[in-house]
C-alpha cells in the first residue's frame, strides 16, 4: 500500500485549523491560563541548613500550612551548607518581616531565663581518640553546690580549658556522661582549649573537649519565635520543629511590577528563539529554490504548536487549575527546538529527493520523504513520550509542569512535521492558497 500523505494535506490543515481555533477559543474564555507564582505576586523565603532536607517532606509541610502552590530549589553551597529557594503566593506578614538579600537571620537562639533550669542536652563519652587514656579526668571551676549553680547561664558563658581548675573527679574511659554545654569557639579553634559542661553526682564538672568523643545531641536548643511576623512565624516553626535548626537568609516579596516583567521576558525569549530558528532555516537551505518558504513553513509549524500547547494549557487550568509558570515555559522552548528539529529532517530528505530526482515533482520528492523518515519520526517521539510518561509517574510534582509541557508538544510536534510543516511547502508550490482565495471571490461575486 502506497502512502500519499500529500494527497490529503486539505485534511491536515483542516485538522489543524480547527484544533488552533479550539485553542484561541479557550484562551479568550477568562481565565486565559492560571498564572504560577513565577508570574504573580508572591513571598521567597532562603533558608540555609547544615544538614540535608527531604525536598518531598518539606514540601508536604507546606501543603498542611495551605500552601501546596510552594515550589522549593534546593542548593549545596561552597561551604556544604544547603540551601533551599522556596516560592509562594503572598503571605500575610507586616512589613517589617521582610529583609534584604544576604542578611543572615540565625534561627538558633536561646532564650535565656533565670534561674535557669540544668538539663542535659545530650551525652558525651569519656575517652580521647586513639584510647590510650584509661582514666579521664573532669575537673572543676566553681565550689559551689548545684542548687547554688543554677542561677549561672554555662551555655552564654561557656569555660575554657585555661579557666579550670584542678581534678574534681576521676572517671573511666568509656563513661558515657551528660552535657549541659558544647564546647565553643570562643575558646579558640583547638580543642584543647575547649571543654564540655557535665553533670556529673550532681556537681557541675568540666570536661576538655579533646577527652570526650561520641558526642551526641539529644535536644534541640530553643528557638525564640517573633510571634508579630504573621505567617513567617508559624512557617518558621513549623519548619524547624519538623527539621530542625536553620538560618534565614532572605524573606521578600515579588510585586505584581516584577511578575509582570517575568512575563514580558518570557516573551522575548520565545520571539527571539523564533527568529533564531527562521533565519537558521533560511540560511541552512538557501542553495535551494525559494528557501524563504522552507523557514517560513518551519516558524508556521512552530506557531501552530505552540497556539495547541497554550490552549491545552488554557483548559487545564480551567478544569484542573493547572498553573502556567518557568518550567512551563522552559517547556515550551525546549518544544520549539524539538519541533524545527523534525522539520528539518524532514526537509532534508526532501532536498536530497529533488537532488536525485530532479525531474520529479515537489509534491512527489515531499511525500516520499515523509514516508522515509514517518519511521525514524515515530520511533524517536514514542520513545521519548514513554521517557516523559515515566518521569510523571516517579518524578515527583517539582518537574510536573515541564513533563506535561513536554508530553503535549512531542505530540503536536510530531504531527505538525508530518501534517504541517511540509505540506506548506507543496500548498505553496502547487497555489493551494490561491485558488482557496479565488473560490472565495467567486462565490461573492
Not at 502556567?324 to 518544544?335: A, D, K, P
Request: a negative charge; charged letters at 15%.
Amino acid at each position: 500500500m502506497n502512502l500519499n500523505f500529500v494527497k490529503s494535506r486539505i485534511y491536515f490543515f483542516i485538522v489543524s485549523l480547527l484544533l488552533v481555533f479550539a485553542s484561541l477559543i479557550m484562551l479568550l474564555i477568562p481565565p486565559a491560563l492560571v498564572p504560577g507564582i513565577d508570574f504573580s505576586s508572591g513571598t521567597t523565603m532562603l533558608i540555609s541548613t547544615e544538614e540535608n532536607i527531604d525536598q518531598a517532606s518539606l514540601r508536604e509541610l507546606y501543603d498542611e500550612l495551605g500552601h501546596s502552590e510552594a515550589r522549593i530549589q534546593s542548593s549545596l553551597t561552597a561551604n556544604d551548607k544547603y540551601q533551599y529557594l522556596i516560592r509562594t503566593k503572598t503571605l500575610e506578614v507586616p512589613q517589617n518581616a521582610f529583609t534584604f538579600s544576604g542578611a543572615s537571620q540565625s534561627s538558633q537562639s536561646l532564650s535565656v531565663n533565670e534561674p535557669q533550669n540544668i538539663e542535659a542536652i545530650g551525652t558525651v563519652t569519656a575517652g580521647n581518640k586513639d584510647g590510650t587514656k584509661e582514666v579521664i579526668v573532669l575537673r572543676d571551676a566553681f565550689q559551689s553546690s548545684l542548687k547554688e549553680v543554677q542561677k549561672i547561664n554555662l551555655l552564654a558563658a561557656p569555660m575554657c580549658s585555661a579557666q579550670l581548675g584542678g581534678a574534681s573527679f576521676d572517671v573511666a574511659a568509656g563513661t558515657v556522661l551528660d552535657v549541659l554545654g558544647e564546647p565553643s569557639l570562643s575558646c579558640g579553634g583547638n580543642p584543647s582549649d575547649q571543654t564540655y559542661s557535665i553533670l556529673y553526682e550532681d556537681k557541675i564538672v568540666f570536661l576538655v573537649a579533646t577527652d570526650g568523643i561520641n558526642y551526641q545531641s539529644n535536644q534541640l536548643p530553643e528557638r525564640k519565635i517573633d510571634v508579630n511576623l504573621g505567617e513567617r512565624s508559624v512557617i518558621e516553626l513549623a519548619i524547624y520543629n519538623n527539621f530542625g535548626d536553620f538560618d534565614v537568609l532572605e524573606f521578600s516579596s515579588v510585586s505584581p511590577i516584577v511578575s509582570k516583567v517575568a512575563v514580558r521576558n518570557a516573551i522575548i525569549a520565545v520571539l527571539i528563539t523564533t527568529l533564531f530558528i527562521m533565519g537558521y532555516v533560511a540560511y541552512a537551505f538557501s542553495e535551494m529554490p525559494r528557501p524563504f518558504r522552507y523557514a517560513l513553513a518551519a516558524i508556521i509549524a512552530l506557531v501552530h504548536d505552540v497556539i495547541i500547547v497554550v490552549g491545552t494549557f488554557s483548559l487545564m487550568g480551567k478544569f484542573w487549575d493547572f498553573e502556567v509558570n518557568l518550567m512551563v515555559i522552559t517547556g515550551l522552548l525546549t518544544i520549539l527546538g524539538f519541533s524545527v528539529h523534525d522539520s528539518i529532517v524532514v526537509f532534508d530528505r526532501i532536498r536530497e529527493n529533488i537532488q536525485r530526482n530532479p525531474l520529479n515533482t515537489l509534491s512527489q520528492n515531499v511525500n516520499t520523504a515523509l514516508i522515509e523518515t514517518l519511521a525514524r519520526s515515530l520511533n524517536t517521539s514514542i520513545t521519548l513520550l514513554i521517557t516523559v510518561m515515566t518521569l510523571l509517574f516517579i518524578g515527583g510534582p517539582t518537574i510536573r509542569e515541564f513533563l506535561v509541557t513536554m508530553f503535549v508538544g512531542i505530540i503536536i510536534g510530531t504531527y505538525s512535521s508530518i501534517a504541517i510543516a511540509a505540506q506548506l511547502l507543496v500548498a505553496w508550490d502547487e497555489g493551494d492558497f490561491q485558488k482557496f482565495l479565488s473560490k472565495i471571490n467567486f462565490k461573492n461575486s
